[in-house]
């Protein structure tokens, strides 16, 4: 699913069909890079939401149907990202909407997101696959439980003001993300789930 969406999202990239003759090829992607930076950001938002999910389901042995339900209702949300996309280069930033919108389904999709990763774990710890002094709460489960949520009520407060500040909440938020990713060591921070097999 991941793969299609992220693939849907680029499909939203359009040159203007008619430009005026003459125009310079610069100056018409500088024009629309409202649609380049709803691409950028959706498209770091997936890739770090589809890491996570990934982990979550790849590293249990069992899951429950709670599990599921919760997965499909991710994916539900996040099928839905391509659509807040296309609202942003449709509507650019002249409506305030579109930016509440975008920020209301990436927080939705973050909240889904840590309560499966939640409810991974709770699965793994009813089977005894808990590592021994495993945190109940992991620093990314809390990340998207409440910081994600957080930021994007706080994009959709700034929506109201001026729609180019929630853009650049996410511009930073998405920023932030980047650098950690890129700081981080090695493996990441996705030891959190089932221990090795023994």
């Given at each position: 699913l991941f793969a299609i969406v992220l693939t849907l999202l680029v499909l939203e990239l359009k040159i203007p069909?008619?430009?005026?003759?003459?125009?310079?090829?610069?100056?018409?992607?500088?024009?629309?890079?409202?649609?380049?930076?709803?691409?950028?950001?959706?498209?770091?938002?997936?890739?770090?939401?589809w890491m996570f999910q990934h982990h979550a389901a790849a590293s249990a042995r069992f899951v429950s149907s709670r599990s599921i339900a919760i997965n499909f209702a991710f994916l539900?949300?996040?099928?839905?990202?391509?659509?807040?996309?296309?609202?942003?280069?449709?509507?650019?930033?002249?409506?305030?909407?579109?930016?509440?919108?975008?920020?209301?389904?990436?927080?939705?999709?973050?909240?889904?997101?840590?309560?499966?990763?939640?409810?991974?774990?709770?699965?793994?710890?009813?089977?005894?696959?808990?590592?021994?002094?495993?945190?109940?709460?992991?620093?990314?489960?809390?990340?998207?439980?409440?910081?994600v949520p957080i930021v994007a009520v706080i994009a959709i407060i700034a929506a109201q003001l001026d729609p180019r500040l929630a853009l650049a909440v996410w511009t930073i938020e998405t920023i932030i993300v980047l650098v950690i990713f890129l700081t981080a060591r090695s493996d990441g921070d996705l030891h959190i789930y089932a221990p090795d097999d023994n």
């Open positions: 069909e008619d430009p005026a003759p003459g125009t310079e090829v610069v100056q018409v992607l500088l024009n629309d890079w409202e649609a380049f930076a709803g691409w950028l950001i959706s498209f770091v938002i997936l890739a770090r939401l539900a949300t996040v099928s839905l990202i391509p659509f807040s996309a296309h609202l942003v280069s449709t509507f650019e930033l002249s409506r305030p909407m579109v930016l509440q919108i975008f920020s209301l389904l990436i927080g939705l999709v973050s909240i889904f997101l840590g309560w499966f990763m939640r409810s991974v774990r709770n699965d793994q710890h009813a089977l005894g696959r808990s590592e021994p002094g495993a945190q109940d709460w992991t620093k990314d489960t809390i990340h998207h439980l409440v910081l």
